[in-house]
Nanobody, 124 residues
Framework: QVQLVESGGGSVQSGGSLRLSCAAS????????MGWFREAPGKEREGIAF???????TYSDSVKDRFTISQDTSLKTLYLQMSSLKLEDTAIYYC??????????????????WGQGTQVTVSS
C-alpha cells in the first residue's frame, strides 16, 4: 500500500525558507515519478516541482529558481527546499507519486497517490 507522509510545514515570514519532507513507503521508490503540488485558498491544485527516476527535475514558473526538489532514495524521502518565500506561496503542499512509464517523461498531472498535505503560511 502506497503511503506518503509530508512534514515540515509551518509559518514563516516573507523572504524566509522552509524545507518540506515526504516519507514514502509501500512501493519501489525508484520506479516512481515523484512530485510536489500545492493548493492555495480558492485556487486549483498546482504542480510545482517534479523529479524523474533518473533524477531530472522540472519546476513551474511560479517557483523556479526559488524552490529545489530533491530526494534521498536510500531513505525513500522526497524533499522540497523553499527559499525566498512570498505571500502567494501560502498553500497546502502535497507530495505525490505515480509509477514511471518507461521511455516517457514523468507527467505533471494525473498522479494517483497523494499524501495528506502540510500547511505552509507565509506572512509579511
Amino acid at each position: 500500500q502506497v503511503q506518503l507522509v509530508e512534514s515540515g510545514g509551518g509559518s514563516v515570514q516573507s523572504g524566509g525558507s522552509l524545507r518540506l519532507s515526504c516519507a514514502a513507503s509501500g512501493f519501489v521508490y525508484m520506479h516512481y515519478c515523484m512530485g510536489w503540488f500545492r493548493e492555495a485558498p480558492g485556487k486549483e491544485r498546482e504542480g510545482i516541482a517534479f523529479i524523474d527516476t533518473d533524477g531530472r527535475t522540472t519546476y513551474s514558473d511560479s517557483v523556479k529558481d526559488r524552490f529545489t526538489i530533491s530526494q534521498d532514495t536510500s531513505l525513500k524521502t522526497l524533499y522540497l527546499q523553499m527559499s525566498s518565500l512570498k505571500l502567494e506561496d501560502t498553500a497546502i503542499y502535497y507530495c505525490a507519486a505515480d509509477p514511471k512509464i518507461m521511455f516517457r517523461q514523468c507527467p505533471h498531472e494525473g498522479y494517483h497517490h497523494w499524501g495528506q498535505g502540510t500547511q505552509v503560511t507565509v506572512s509579511s
